[in-house]
């Protein structure tokens, strides 16, 4: 699986941004796609999360409320919506792949491709 990710800018506090990762290489019906971040000298945190075959989302506490998580059949593409953001938020953001099961993944090691990330940053 590739995945390419894009949409990441530079916003205001309270604004918006949309990210979007494009999936190619094989069919993703029995994956479950999710959205990481990493600021400088943290570590990568789960975001936000979606089987691709039941449509089923996840949200770190952080983010619930605030960032919506979707999928394009159509298109092959994940998005995540992001409203109301915070300085806090600034990040790289990832998206990644993994073959999906009955136990949600919420860790980075647990998702086996990745796109090379795009950068929000949130200004005050």
């Known amino acids: 699986v590739q995945l390419q990710a894009s949409g990441g800018g530079l916003v205001q506090a309270g604004g918006s941004l949309r990210l979007s990762c494009a999936a190619s290489?094989?069919?993703?019906?029995?994956?479950?796609m999710g959205w990481f971040r990493q600021a400088p000298g943290k570590e990568r945190e789960f975001v936000a999360t979606?089987?691709?075959?039941?449509?089923?989302?996840y949200y770190a506490d952080s983010v619930k409320g605030r960032f919506t998580i979707s999928r394009d059949n159509a298109k092959n593409t994940v998005y995540l919506q992001t409203n109301s953001l915070k300085p806090e938020d600034t990040a790289v953001y990832y998206c990644?792949?993994?073959?999906?099961?009955?136990?949600?993944?919420?860790?980075?090691?647990?998702?086996?491709?990745w796109g090379q990330g795009t950068q929000v940053t949130v200004s005050s």
């Open positions: 290489g094989r069919t993703l019906s029995s994956y479950r």
């Open positions: 990644a792949a993994a073959v999906d099961t009955i136990v949600v993944q919420l860790t980075p090691r647990e998702y086996n491709y």
């Open positions: 979606i089987s691709w075959s039941s449509g089923r989302t």
